[in-house]
């Protein structure tokens, strides 16, 4: 059972344009967010991450929008530039001795020179 | 500061041949550790995890186990490997402390079973 489903699976975006990608949880335990980058034949790296008390979270041109009643949450990208061309998983944890993280499928992001 | 390493970076191992990949962390104590496969253009598998020296849990039953014989050191074995086996294979720590939920990545091990 996937609980964490994530959209789109590519995405092919100008420069300067906004990406956008989107992510819905089923599990209401779930109370940290992440979202992390990976490039080419490297390990995913933390992002930008949100806990449910807060509707948005921005860091430099990364906003996570969380939509708590909806069980969704998004990656916006703003002015997207080539090197944000990547991977990137979101990702869901809830309570726990070993809190493990629950990744959705990925989007490939493109950013278009 | 933290450090996480893993190795090789790259591996191509006959099928039925064993395996031993290694991660080590530097710079915490008591770390909270995981393994995760991601197979080609894929998410992120969970595959062991560990609170503590020789406690292992296992998410997915398969041909692959985990061992921690030392506080900061996580080992995933095989006996005999499959093709299915094939993947990027990612070490990842994070601090037991409360409230520390971030969890980092090692640079991972490209295996290639042929």
């Known amino acids: 059972q996937q609980q964490v489903k994530q959209s789109p699976q590519s995405l092919i975006v100008q420069k300067g344009g906004i990406s956008i990608i989107n992510c819905a949880y089923e599990n209401t335990a779930f109370d940290y967010f992440p979202w992390y980058q990976q490039f080419p034949g490297k390990g995913p790296a933390l992002l930008i991450a949100?806990?449910?008390?807060?509707s948005e979270k921005k860091e430099g041109r990364f906003t996570i929008s969380f939509n708590k009643s909806a069980k969704q949450f998004s990656l916006h990208i703003m002015d997207s530039q080539p090197g944000d061309s990547a991977t990137y998983f979101c990702a869901a944890s809830k309570p726990g001795s070993a809190r493990q993280l629950t990744f959705g499928s990925g989007t490939q992001l493109t950013v278009l020179p | 500061s933290q450090t996480i390493h893993q190795w090789p970076a790259t591996l191509v191992q006959p099928v039925g041949s064993p395996l031993s990949l290694e991660c080590t962390v530097e710079g915490t104590s008591n770390p909270n550790l995981y393994w995760y496969r991601q197979a080609a253009g894929r998410g992120l598998q969970l595959l062991f995890y560990?609170?503590?020296?020789?406690?292992i849990s296992s998410e997915v039953p398969q041909n692959l186990s985990a061992s921690r014989p030392q506080d900061r050191q996580f080992i995933l074995s095989s006996k005999k490997l499959l093709l299915s086996d094939s993947g990027f294979y990612l070490c990842a720590w994070r601090d037991r402390g409360r409230g520390n939920e971030k969890l980092f990545f090692g640079s991972g091990t490209q295996l290639s079973v042929l």
């Open positions: 560990s609170v503590g020296i020789g406690q």
């Open positions: 949100i806990r449910p008390d807060v």
